[in-house]
């Protein structure tokens, strides 16, 4: 099994130096904005944008292409399945009609429709430069501490820090259960017959769970021994403090946030509509 | 505080994230429908909320659905994040009924189990989750719905075999109360 993942990339990039609550903050609202807004325009900064701001980090693509390939996929037939499904949604959202090519039935080929999707697709895309770099750029230890700046409760941010800490080890425990697993006989080919893959997918996914399991108990008594959790507060190692650029960030934004909905206020609806 | 955020349930959040998103690996695909597989996670997931309660399995569904979106795909789907948080809780809600940790896992249990289980991937499955793909992605309801039914009967159906068969294998390693005998 490989586990392909994102994962941290050092590199002295001035997206690395942003501290890690700036970089969540400003993905939550581009988050937001990508969710909230339809209005094309909007999307169209925030891909310029996200593109620019992904140059900056010195980000190289090969080193997420693997991510960037699937996302693609998904969008593709994403996209697909809305046509078959909903090939007159444009029509309906934009209340107009004008057809690019008469195909049978209800599949008549609009310019509304092709829009419409250029909208979702865009929804979808605009986000992942953020999501990514995010990923790519805020070291693990970091991230906890980040966490509890923008008001998560600590206790709540300990709990990711530790997800983030076990994951490694994790996936080593499963290569060493896959490997005794093999030595006693277990074939983990692609050879064996699905009832059989499930029965052995088992005997990995079965001790990983117990001895996670067990993990819990004795890190907690740890954690107990030492107090864990008696103060209102706590400081974090890896905590940086705000610097201008941080305040920047944040405020572009912030303005990009109120800007979109300010559109969606005059128009009356969260829709671009050319058609009219 | 105290009562509702105890250690125990921090790091069973932490750690069962991890494994939450190491399991989103191991899932079959169903194919004709985008973004849709028979996750081995849900079923794990069922045994940690039946455990450590409903804000373990609620914070497990949280972190584990958005980091594992964000390490796997590079960006995040919001509105799954949010189901997953809910079923979470929502398997959680029977373990204070339910007395796994002392090694009792009987048919009355495994009914429980399944009520809850069922009631709640139904409403968040087939309602809360296109609902929300809707209203923030515009997208067309009947496809959400369909993607949201064959999720959902994937997933009960799972838990309901596997999650079940989990946890009866786990009440099985506990030591039972009052299974001592005095010797005559």
Known sequence: MNFRMLSYIDRPSPIHRLTGATKLICFILWSVIGMSTYDTRILFVM??????????SQTKVREVSFVLTFILIFLLLNDIAI??????????????RHVLLDLPGRYALTWEQLFYQLNITLKYFVVIPFALLFVVTTQPSEFAASLNRIGVNYRIALAVSITLRYIPDIQR????????????????????????RMRQAATIVIPLIFSSLERIEVISNAMELRRFGKKKKRTWYNAKPFAFRDFFAIGFSLALLLLSLWLAIQHGSRYYNPFQ | MKNWLSIRTIVAAGIGAAIFIILRYISIPVGFIPNTTVQLSYIFLALIAVIYGPVAGGLIGLIGH?????????????????????VGIGFGLVSGRLKISEGDFNWKSIALFNIAQVITQAIGWFLIAPVLDIVIYGEPANK??????????????????FGTLLIWIYAQTRTRTGSLKKEA
């Not at chain 1, 046509?83 to 107009?96: D, E, H, K, R, S």
């Not at chain 2, 959400?144 to 959902?152: E, L, P, R, Y």
């Open chain 2, 66 to 86: 958005s980091l594992g979106d964000a390490f796997q795909y590079g960006s995040v789907w919001w509105s799954w994040v949010i189901v997953s948080t809910l």
């Open chain 2, 144 to 161: 959400v719905f369909v993607q949201g039914f064959t999720a959902g009967i994937l997933d009960i159906v799972t838990v309901g075999i």
């Open chain 1, 83 to 96: 046509y078959v499904f909903a090939p007159q949604q444009g029509t309906l959202i934009y209340g107009t």
């Open chain 1, 173 to 196: 425990n499963y290569h060493e259960i896959a490997q005794a697993q093999q030595a006693r006989g277990v074939d983990l080919s692609r050879k064996a017959k699905f009832r059989q």
């Open chain 1, 47 to 56: 891909l310029i944008v996200g593109l620019l701001v992904f140059k900056l």
